[in-house]
């Protein structure tokens, strides 16, 4: 028996049984990994109709708030804040990059995002499909503009109608903007109605947007544009938008935040800024971020505009 027991104490297993334990090892260690992967993966992406958006806690600016802004254009500036308005509250460490490499916002280890590009036909021709696959949610598409020459005449943008239609079977969500060069109350007022015209008939789910912005390399009918005057035109527009059933919005850079417009005369309005870094420096509350120019999205050639939206409009 003493033999016997060590013979057979030491005999090595047979091949077959050696390969099943090998397997099933195997198969319980992916198991195992797959789902710690699914439920520790910060970058899960959560569909948009899963999206959880909560109203952010904003904090009201006190008289006399002198702050300290690090700009990634503008650099190191003080400002007096503007009272009364809400300021940016956004958790820093809740931006992550899900697995699309879009960033996201994380609420409670929710996405509380939407991602976004914006478009004009300077994209040329887009694969709507393809940008949807990649996990974009929304377009905010240019409707139209004005020059920015004496004339100050308004034109379209060729690609609107087809664009809008070619994501909205592609399953997106819209928005549209119009690129200003209003000089006056009543341009601003005109280019919101031409704005309306062209939405006639159409489903539109995000907001409708004032885009004015400074001509930077040429002489342009908006040189002389004041702070004031550019609030009141951003207000007509805004104003006549609203007055058409339409979600108003106003879009622009830090610098013009800060050194143009009246915010305490926006303070009620959604704006989306454009602030190009890892994390949103804007002193000031937005609900859209736009936080890259030179992104790359599947089915857009070229460089493009990447937003992400904190409002479930």
């Known amino acids: 028996m003493g033999n016997n027991a060590k013979r ?11 390969w ?9 260690l992916v198991s195992l ?4 992967i699914v439920i520790f993966n910060p970058f899960k992406k959560a569909e948009h109709r899963e999206t959880v958006f909560l109203e952010q806690e904003t904090e009201l600016i006190k008289a006399g708030e002198m702050i300290q802004i690090n700009d990634p254009e503008l650099g190191l500036i003080e400002i007096e804040a503007v009272p009364g308005v809400a300021k940016n509250n956004y958790d820093l460490n809740a931006f ?18 939407c991602e976004g590009i914006d478009l004009s036909e300077y994209q040329g021709e887009v694969e709507f499909e393809q940008v949807k696959e990649s996990g974009i949610d929304y377009v905010m598409l240019r409707v139209g503009g004005r020059g920015y020459g004496e004339e100050g005449a308004i034109y379209p943008d060729d690609n609107f109608l087809t664009y809008y239609q070619n994501a909205k079977a592609a399953g997106l ?5 119009f690129f200003s060069q209003a000089a006056s109350v009543e341009d601003g007022v005109e280019e919101a109605n031409y704005t309306i015209d062209r939405l006639q008939g159409l489903e539109i789910d995000y907001p409708v947007v004032f885009d ?3 001509i930077t390399d040429d002489e342009a009918r908006t040189d002389n544009v004041t702070g004031e005057e550019l609030t009141d035109i951003a207000l007509a527009f ?10 108003p919005m106003w879009y622009t ?3 013009l935040l800060y050194y143009k417009y009246d915010l305490e005369r926006l303070k009620n309005y959604d704006l989306w800024i454009a602030d190009y870094g890892e994390f949103p420096t804007a002193y000031y509350y937005f609900t859209m971020w736009q936080y890259t120019a030179t992104s790359f999205v599947p089915g857009v050639e070229g460089d493009v505009d990447i937003n992400i939206c904190f409002k479930n409009y």
């Open 8 to 18: 057979f104490g030491s005999a090595k297993p047979s091949k077959k049984r050696t």
């Open 20 to 28: 099943i334990i090998l397997i099933v090892s195997v198969v319980m």
């Open 33 to 36: 990994i797959a789902a710690v």
């Open 96 to 113: 992550r990059y899900n697995e699309n490499g879009y960033k996201v916002y994380y609420i409670d280890d929710q996405v509380a995002s």
């Open 173 to 177: 969500d819209v928005g549209v903007y």
């Open 212 to 214: 004015w912005e400074p």
């Open 238 to 247: 805004m104003n006549t938008v609203k007055d058409a059933g339409y979600q």
């Open 253 to 255: 850079n830090t610098s």
